[in-house]
Every structure is written in structure tokens, then in C-alpha cells.
């Protein structure tokens, strides 16, 4: 996961009395006394994700299934990334359905959350009933019950072309066409803005309120003030969110899984990335294949963190910054 | 993915070489499996008779399957008061992905179901526990199953998987529209260009699609390729060419300009292998392309009267499938037991009265006499009475089973088919690239 970017925000304060006071020993008794307290995450953190991930580094250069032994699996170098790059015409198709719905989907639904955070920002009677049902989608999340409502809201029978039948309009069927299957999915990422709409909402209550006053005075409009003040304030906000949106976005696979039947039909217009990799490890049993592609993801996906948090640098604004 | 809540298995222990591996890989890849099933605890006891054995046992498919299989190992449990099960069952989807992390974390079960399109991976890797020793020592008597359904277990020479039913490919319609629209019934024997006019007939007459558009469909195929003195595999080899391919999408996609066959979204609907979304029963088309031994599961999932034939064409081409097996897990600690639950549930008459048809037709050629004379549920009756029909017109020689990599060569037909009935890809277009599509499946050079 990426961290958000560690600046300076304030002269760092004097470390903690506890040093001063207590001298070594104590210091090594709370060392000991953290490390027990951590440990329940440590040892999930070992057993559930380091040790696996090593492992799996390890497979990527095997022909390893799980039908057999670890120590059985034939180390064969980089030939699984070369299959990859070279040989596998659905990989790189993946890779553009996946690089398609990101770019489409993530600025879609931060436009979204914050459209909607604006307009919940306000103090009106019984708003704090329409942030929780704006917020409910995302509730529902990544769940499988909300795809397969999704699926058959969405089909050539379905509630949305019984709608646009109201209005003489004949719809597509949607998730049974390669045409609109991926937009499909779209649209219901978009709809689940609940999570960074919260946190716009958050971070737009921390916007000083006289800032606007004195625009006002200054004789700002209203899109001034959003350009000017609210923009700018909310940067570092949009950024977290950008960030953590793209990765989600990238790593797609619930609502992909279920409304494609598992296949990412029809004719893989919605085979994401992780959907081919889960078919080619759970599916062919091609698990070093898989392993392969996993972290060609890991890596792709970090190496677009790291470009997003250099961009930052040019239009991430920091208030606390400037004042020194 | 879920952890396994309802206990599977306790891990299984294989032989001391492999078990740090298996361990460690076990750790870490599926530590969140073994969570569930470590809870379980692990049985370390000798497999001798007369101890306390617990055998676990796995297998896909729906509630109708799932009692019938429980009342069968009741019974086996009664006869036998100390062995009993651990049963774990769901559906289709899925189940192979679970089967395969179990084996990852050395817990495979110690019986479970197999078919065809996995059972040449799993006995290749040696996870299955070759039967045939047993059989000739008598300890499993396969003798009054026809060779066909034991050659279809056999993979490299070994028995890797004990035929649980007998089944072949039927072609179902909706008697229902027929009669209301007055239409006549398809007959066996039909040849396909017959078979397609008389579903365009359906479409201008019924206003609903004659047929299931078949070409993604492996079966249907399977059964063109051997009229046509084809085959769909020789051995680990393709055994039809990209002219065969071209053939078979342009027949299609003839009778979709005909109007015979629904549009593409609505194929692509029926293609997918849930029972409940077939065209016939979702009444989105006349007849869809099935196994006999489904028709009680149609049949629960729709109102209308439905029919069953061969496929169309020489009818010498279809041959006895074996549907489903119950493989052993090799690292069972139990063998002796789980042979002669496995003899139990072939070949025992009250056993095979109680498992009916639900997997096909009993594999013992004598339980079946008997469940063909007692069986009451007029699905299971109409299947015993077409299955038998069908039987008299197959031909000498049955496939083998598929190769490795077959379940990719079933997913890429549908994808390929899918693009050709989408207009994507033409029929010649099309085939090429399922020719290259299958051979890489299979590792075919």
C-alpha cells in the first residue's frame, strides 16, 4: 500500500520525556513491551503476506501448480516472463481493459465523490440521512450480491432498459455486450464514491471559513472560490485519494468476477488483469505462470504510485509549507 | 478468497520426504484453509480395520445430489459403524479452484468428484491414487462395468478415477412451445442442415429462437468432429484441423442469418454452464445442447413439458461419457477403507437405488437393471428410458479421456465461437485462432 508523503509540516517537537528520564533499560523494556504488543500484526504480517509474497517471487521462476509439491516445481528462469510479454495475446489484452477502466473509472468517481462531498457540505435539515445514503454504496462495496443485482439490472430485459423504454429509447444488453460490458463495470465503480467522498467531505470541512469570507469581500464568485481557495485547500485530500484510487482501481476483480461469470466475457471485454492472473493460477493450474504475473502488477502498480507522488510535488499544496 | 468455515479435511499426511515441503507450502500459500481446518484437528490413526475412521469426502453439485450422496454414505456408515464422513459439497463453480488449493495445502479430501475435464491433470500429477492394483487384487470389482466407462478413467495406463455414472450428450426442447404453436417435435436422426431449417421454422412460427446457437459448445463439436471422421483429441494430440473449425462456425453462422439461433448476448448468456441459465428452461430458445443425465435439474427450472433427442447427424458419433468419478487422494491414510466405500458406492444395489441417476446411469451394469425397475421419479425415468434408446444407436469406438489442458481448450472455444458470433472474427479467422488456442492448451508443439 502506498503511505502518504511524509513532509514536514511543523518544527518536530522535542523528542518524548520518556528518554530523558528513563534512561536505556527503560527504553529497552518498552521496546520489548511495543514489539509484544505489535505482535499479533507482525506475525499476520509474516505468515499472511510476507512469507507468501517471498514464496511466490520464488514459483514465478518455476512451472509450479498446486497439484504438486513445492519442491517438485521445475525452475525454468524467466520463461514465464517471456511468455507473457511475448506469447500470451491475452495478457496484454488484460493489460488494456485494466489500463482502460483505471483511466476512465478512477477520475470519473473522484469527480463523483467530490461533486457530492460539495453538495453535502452544507448545513441543511436532515443531511446527515443523505451522507448516509450517498455513503451506502460503498457499503456494499466489492460485495458479490451487489454485481449480480448489477447483472441483471443491466441485461437486455433488465430495470434499465425497461427505463429507457419509457423514453422510446431501445438499450443495448449492457453486460451480454463486448461494446458496453467494461462500461458496465465502469459505472458501478463510479457509483460506489461513498469511501473518498467521505474524506473529501472531511477535508472540505477543514477549509478555513474565513478564506471565503475574505474572498467575498474581494468580490470572488463562487467558481473563483472553488478554483482558488476550495482546489487548492483540498490538494493534498484529492491527492490521498488519487493514489489510493488507482491502486484500487487497478486490482478490480469482484464485480469483473461476477458479472463475466468468472470467464471476463463476453469475449473478454472484461478480463481485468487480476481476473486473467486468477484464471491462470486457480483455473489452468498455471501457478507459476501467475505467480509471474503478480509481480510484473506488483511492480507496475508501485512504480505508478512513485510517478503519482513526484507529480504531487506540482500540484499538491501544503498551507503549512508556505508560511515558512 | 473465502476461508473454509465447514471443516474439510484434517491435513493428510504424505510420505516423510515430501511433508516439510508440503508443510511449508501449506504455511504459507493457504494459511487462511488451514485456519478452518486445522480447527478440525488432525487424525493420525492406522487405517486398520475395526478403528475409528473418518474419511473426508468432496464433491460439486445441487441440493438433489447433495441428499441423495448423504443418505448413500449413511448407509455405508450403518453397515459400518466405525467409519464415518466428513462430507463437504458445492457448486460447479468453484469447485475445482477450491479442489486445487486443498491439494496446494496437502489436504485434498480423501474421496472426491472428478470429471473429465481435470481428471488427466490430476492423475498426471500424481495426486490421484491409482485403482487399478485394487481391482486386480478384488478388492474393487469393476467387472460388471463396461470397459468403455473404466477406459474413460484410465489415464496412462492407470485408473484414476471410478465412473459414477454413465451419460451422453441429449438435445432438449421445449415440448411446450411445440405443441402450442403446433409445431413438429425434432426428431434423432435429423441432419443438421435439417435440424437448423426446422428451428428457423420455430423462430418465424413461435417467435422465439428454434435453437441454442451450439458452436461454443465442446460437445456438440466433439460429436461434428467424429461424424465428419474427426475426433476432438488423439491422445495428447489435436485431432481436427483448421478446416473442420471453419465448417462448423460457418454452419452457425448460416443459421443465425437464417434466424434459427438468438442474438449473440443471448447465446452468450446460455453459454455459461449453470443448468439454470440454459435457453430451454430461461425460454429464450426452443432447444439447448445438454447431458441426458441434467434433465431432472432442467426440469426443476421451468414450467414447460421438455423433450429429449440425440444431436442431429449420425447418431453412431455420440458414445457412452463417463459423467462423473470419485477419485482417491493418493496421501490418504485410510486406502483399504476409501477402495471399499468406492466398491460400495458402484456396486452396491441399495447404494445405486439410492444414487439413482442424479450422476448418470449406475456404472454396475446390474445395479442399473435393478434402479431402471424401481426407480419412481419420472425424471430419473425418462433419462434411464432415452439414455437406454441412445445406447442401441451408438457406434464401436469411444473417445478417451481429454488431455491436460482440456478445460482451457473449452474456455477458449467459447471465447473464439463468442467472437465469431459477435461478427469480431470470421468463421476462417476464427478457427485459426482456435487451432493455435487448443494446441497451446494442450502443450501440443
Known sequence: MAQMPVRP???????????????????????????????????GLMGITAIPMVLSLYLSFTDYSPLIDVGEAEWIGLDNYRE?????????????????????????????????????????????????MFYLPSLLGGSVAVAIVWRSMFNREGAVNSFLGFFGIEGAPWVNDPQWALETLMLLAIWQFGAPMVIFLAGLKQVPAELYEAAAVDGAGAWRQFTHITLPMLSPVIFFNLVLETIHGFQGFTSAFVLSGGTGGPVDSTLMYTLHLYNKGFVELNMGYASAMAWVFLLVVGLITVVLFNTGKFWVHYSDNEER | MEP???????????????????????AALTLPLLVGAAACGGDDEGGS??????????????????????????????????????KTWQANQGYFDKLATLTAGGNAPDIFQMDDNYLSEYAERNVTLDLKPYADEGKLDITKISKGLIDYGTVDGKLAGL???????????????????????????????????????????????????????????????????????????????????????????????????????????GNATDISKQLVVTGKAGT?????????????????????????????????????YFSAFRGTEHKDTVIDVLNFL??????????GTDRGLPP??????????????????????????????????????????????????????????????????GAAAFVTAAKAAIGQS
Open chain 1, 84 to 132: 507473457m510479454f511475448t506469447a500470451d495475446p491475452s495478457y496484454w489484452h488484460a493489460v488494456r481493459v485494466t489500463v482502460t477502466f483505471a483511466l476512465v473509472a478512477v477520475p470519473l468517481k473522484l469527480a463523483a465523490a467530490l461533486g457530492v462531498a460539495l453538495l453535502l457540505n452544507r448545513a441543511f435539515k436532515g443531511i446527515a440521512f443523505f451522507r448516509g
Open chain 2, 163 to 269: 465412473s459414477m455414472g454413465e451419460n451422453t450428450q441429449g438435445l432438449v426442447y421445449d415440448k411446450t412451445l411445440l405443441a402450442k404453436h403446433k409445431l413438429p417435435e425434432p426428431k434423432t436422426g435429423m441432419s443438421w442442415e435439417d435440424f437448423i431449417s426446422w428451428a428457423a421454422t420455430v423462430s418465424k412460427t413461435a417467435k422465439v429462437p428454434g435453437t441454442q446457437d451450439p458452436s461454443a459448445v465442446y460437445q456438440a463439436l466433439w460429436v461434428y468432429l467424429r461424424q465428419n471422421g474427426k475426433d476432438l483429441y488423439n491422445g495428447k494430440t489435436l485431432a481436427f484441423d483448421e478446416a473442420d473449425i471453419t465448417k462448423w462456425f460457418q454452419l452457425w453462422k448460416g443459421a443465425r442469418e437464417a434466424g434459427a439461433t438468438p442474438t449473440p448476448d443471448v447465446i452468450h448468456e
Open chain 2, 288 to 324: 439447448s445442447w445438454v447431458w441426458v443425465n441434467q434433465m431432472p435439474e432442467l426440469k426443476k427450472n421451468t414450467e414447460s413439458e421438455l423433450g429429449v433427442i440425440a444431436y442431429p447427424g449420425d447418431t453412431s458419433a455420440q458414445w457412452a461419457r463417463g459423467s462423473m
Open chain 2, 364 to 429: 454396475n451394469l446390474e445395479v442399473r437393471k435393478t434402479v431402471a425397475e424401481t426407480v419412481t421419479d419420472p425424471a430419473m425415468k425418462q433419462t434411464i428410458a432415452v439414455q437406454d434408446e441412445l445406447s442401441k444407436l451408438f457406434g464401436p469406438t469411444s473417445p478417451g479421456v481429454p488431455p491436460s489442458g482440456h478445460s482451457k481448450v473449452k474456455t477458449e472455444l467459447v471465447r473464439i465461437a463468442e467472437e465469431v458470433q459477435y461478427g469480431r472474427q470470421t468463421p476462417e479467422q
Open chain 2, 4 to 26: 473454509i468455515t465447514r471443516g474439510v479435511t484434517p491435513a493428510q499426511r504424505t510420505s516423510s520426504r515430501h511433508r516439510t515441503r508440503r508443510r511449508l507450502l501449506a
Open chain 1, 9 to 43: 509540516t511543523e518544527p518536530v517537537p522535542p523528542p518524548p520525556a520518556a528518554t530523558r528520564r528513563g534512561g536505556r533499560g527503560r527504553r529497552r523494556r518498552e521496546d520489548v513491551a511495543g514489539y509484544v504488543f505489535l505482535s499479533p500484526w507482525l506475525l
Open chain 2, 346 to 355: 458402484a456396486n452396491d444395489p441399495e447404494a445405486g437405488k439410492i444414487l
Open chain 2, 49 to 86: 480395520s475395526g478403528d475409528k475412521v473418518e474419511l473426508s469426502i468432496f464433491w460439486w453439485g445441487a441440493e438433489k445430489r447433495a441428499e441423495l450422496t448423504e443418505k448413500a454414505l449413511d448407509l455405508y456408515t450403518a453397515k459400518h459403524p466405525n467409519v464415518t464422513f466428513k
